[in-house]
């Protein structure tokens, strides 16, 4: 899971593309960079390293990145995003200059890897999912008639990557002198959107974004749905997909911020739900107090607490200077972050049975610490509540969870669960009351119910994810 950002049209395009990714910070924070285009001097001009937004570029340099068009990325990836070259955006010289930076990951990278290589003779330079991406699209314009290209030419490249590369991407991409240009796969799991102000255009992962950044008539790119601006500002669009659209749920539940709306649908006005919706499940079942796992849970447990009417306490006082758990890199990283990264209100809990609400269980990790943690400080009892139904498949479009044996909910069931994190009982939202939250909006549910909208390489490309997430990069 990544953030991207794309501008054109504005004098300040970087330091826009800056600011975005301040504003996407929670969805990665392993890489950020930015590209901007020059159409001056005819030359792309890059900022990228390692780290936060803030460590990865230099404010100072921003000045530096000319034009009136960029792109920009936060990376959250695995180990391997320690190599600087699986770092985003990424440019090729040929055709034109294309620069890109992506969100997702491709569920047949084998494949396209191994035609890329042995069909165009193309070496690849990293193992990012990006570079195959930026490649099917070079040679998408090059099965063209190159001397001059049009917004026709251009779709027809996306096309050709809708063909060849199957997955979950959002993707935004310089053409040099030719425009910006923003596509999504054909049934649109990433987020994507774009938004309007006084001549310039841009796309974000997250409406919230194109907010601060006071862009307006924001809208939700569609399934397979391409936006190109070229040179003189003039907007085209296409949509080549017939396909439901599919959206990762989990973009509700866990990763967008509470204030962003995808497809139309408000993160927050969601997560209330969900906590209305476990509470229709819990009637009857005594608790003192319903504590929320900072911060994604609080509003399921606001509304869980007002239906159950039971007091809701924020008793878990988060370390706001450490990072997020999920997104850290391995095992032993994650549970030494859970032990830095909160500190219980031990007076409210002593002899209590807590309700503790959470986002979702991945691998438990988080859960068996913060129950051990509230029982360290007195609590008779902790029954933990998850807005996310049991995950029991790996995810391949871009979430952190490539292999089936991280997810506890795969190999045990609730009970068992209980009695491995201390937990006196586990409750998992139903399936259903998941789907209802969404009023019937489709969405992709693969990790909860193994229907995956986008057919999955085979067991070659699984074990070649999971080693990869141990020793490479391969998430975006
Ligand atoms: S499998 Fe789960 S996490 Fe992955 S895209 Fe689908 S809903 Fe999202």
Known sequence: MCGIIGITGSP???????LGLMMLQHRGQDSAGIISFDEHSNTFHTERDMGH???AIR????????????????????????????????????????????????????????????????????????????????EGLLIQDIQEIDPNKVFKAVEHVHKIVEGGYSTVAVVANQGLLAFKDPFGIRPL??????????????????????????????????????????????????????????????????????????????RLKLGQLLAAQMKGKKFDLVVPVPDTARPAAITLSEELGIPYREVLIKNRYAQRTFILNNQKDREK????????????????????????????TTAKHIIALLKDKGARSVTIASTCPELTSPCFYGIDFPDKKDLISALHNPSEIAKMTGAREVIFLSEENLRLAFNGKSTCMACINGDYPVAVEGEEFIKSRIEKNDHLSWIN
Not at 12 to 18: D, F, L, M, R, S
Not at 260 to 269: A, C, F, M, P
């Open 337 to 364: 972050a859970v032990r830095l990264k909160l500190n219980v209100v031990k007076e409210l809990v002593a002899d209590k049975d807590i309700l503790l609400v959470d986002d979702s269980i991945v691998r438990g």
């Open 59 to 138: 404010e100072d340099r921003l000045q530096e990145l000319n034009g009136s068009t960029a792109i920009a990325h936060n990376r959250y990836s695995t180990i391997g995003s320690k190599r600087n070259q699986e770092i985003q955006p990424m440019c090729m010289n040929y055709p034109y200059g294309i620069a890109m930076a992506h969100n997702g990951q491709v569920s047949n990278a084998l494949t396209v890897r191994k035609e890329l290589n042995q069909k165009y003779k193309r070496l690849l330079l990293s193992e990012n999912d990006l570079e195959l991406i930026m490649n099917v699209f070079a």
């Open 12 to 18: 300040y395009a970087a330091k826009e593309c800056y």
């Open 193 to 270: 959107c774009f938004g309007k102000k006084e001549g310039s255009y841009a796309f974000a992962s997250e409406s919230k974004t194109l907010e601060f950044l006071d862009y307006t008539e924001i809208e939700e790119l569609k399934a397979g749905e391409m936006v190109y601006i070229d040179q003189e500002n003039q907007v085209h669009r296409r949509i080549n997909s017939t396909a439901q659209a599919k959206p990762c749920m989990f973009e509700w539940i866990y990763f967008s911020n509470a204030d962003s709306t995808l497809w139309d649908i408000n993160v927050y006005g969601i």
């Open 53 to 55: 937004v803030k460590e």
